[in-house]
Structures are given as structure tokens and as C-alpha cells.
């Protein structure tokens, strides 16, 4: 299996009941377009709704830190990437840009996702098939420098 490295998704286009009072997008919609684009990826390394239902397995989001760099307003269109930084048979963690038709950043993100089993639930090792397909994904994905904004800390900055 071969992966672009970066993943880029699918074009997505914001909807009106997205916005917020302001007139652009609600903040809680830039989590769903990432999600949007996790989940075209995670089709591809086989974690798609059909997994979930055959095994009973699934991913849970444990952390994600966003970062909203720009506005986004109704019909705009964006794509998530998204950049495997580093894994092990239970966790991911990650990294991904969303970024406009017109060629500007407008928000970054970085999260950690779970294999859980959802008998417990419990968060599990991914079956050898589904590791495998993750491993390709980061060998692919380790040709990329690490994004700056990774590891980013939030507070208030301290006066001297």
C-alpha cells in the first residue's frame, strides 16, 4: 500500500448551519472537517465503518489541540491534510492543516487517536493487517520535517 505524504482529503465545503453569529465558522466545525478528512484516510488504512462492524474495533479521539489561524466563511472550500508523526500498535498521533481553495492556511491541528475495542471499551492493538497499513502510512510520511506548530503549549504569557 502507498501513501501521499502528506494525505490530502477530498475538497469540503462549508455549510450554512456551520456558522456562527459572526457570519463565518463556528468553531466546533473546524473539529468536524478534520474529522471529515480522518475519515478518508482512515477508510484507506482500513479503519472505516465496515472494520468496526466485522471486528468491533474502532478509534476514539484521546487529545486534539487546534490552532485557527484564519476565517472561514459559507462556501468555502477547503481540504485537511494529514501527517502521521508517530505511532504504536495502540495510539497515533498526529498532525493536520486545513487548507483553503485558494492556497492560504486557515487552521492546524494535532491529536492523539486510540485503537480501542469496544468490549471494554479499551483501548487495544490494532490488528497485525491494520498495524501494518498504519506502519506504510508513516514510512511514507517520514520523508515530511516536523510542522513547526507541533507541540504547541497554551497560557498566558508571564511579564518578566
Known amino acids: 500500500m502507498t501513501f501521499d505524504a502528506p494525505f ?42 465496515e472494520y468496526r462492524e466485522r471486528t468491533g474495533n474502532t478509534t476514539f479521539s484521546a487529545e486534539f489541540h487546534l490552532c485557527y489561524l484564519r476565517e ?17 500498535e495502540k495510539r497515533l498521533h498526529f498532525y493536520q492543516e486545513l487548507w483553503h481553495e485558494d492556497g492560504w492556511l486557515s487552521a492546524t491541528g494535532e491529536g492523539i487517536g486510540l485503537h480501542i475495542d469496544q468490549s471494554g471499551p479499551r483501548v487495544a492493538p490494532m490488528p ?20 513547526e506548530r507541533v507541540g504547541r503549549v497554551m497560557g498566558v504569557p508571564k511579564k518578566a
Open 72 to 88: 472561514l466563511h459559507l462556501g468555502d472550500k477547503v481540504r485537511a491534510t494529514f501527517h502521521l508523526l508517530d505511532y504504536d
Open 8 to 49: 490530502t482529503s477530498s475538497w469540503m465545503e462549508v455549510e450554512e448551519q456551520w456558522l456562527d453569529f459572526n457570519g463565518h465558522l463556528n468553531m466546533a466545525f473546524y473539529n468536524v472537517l478534520f474529522d471529515r478528512g480522518v475519515d478518508q484516510i482512515w477508510t484507506e488504512l482500513g479503519f472505516g465503518p
Open 128 to 147: 497485525d493487517e491494520i498495524f501494518a497499513n498504519v506502519a506504510a502510512l508513516h514510512q511514507a510520511h517520514s520523508i515530511l520535517p516536523t510542522p
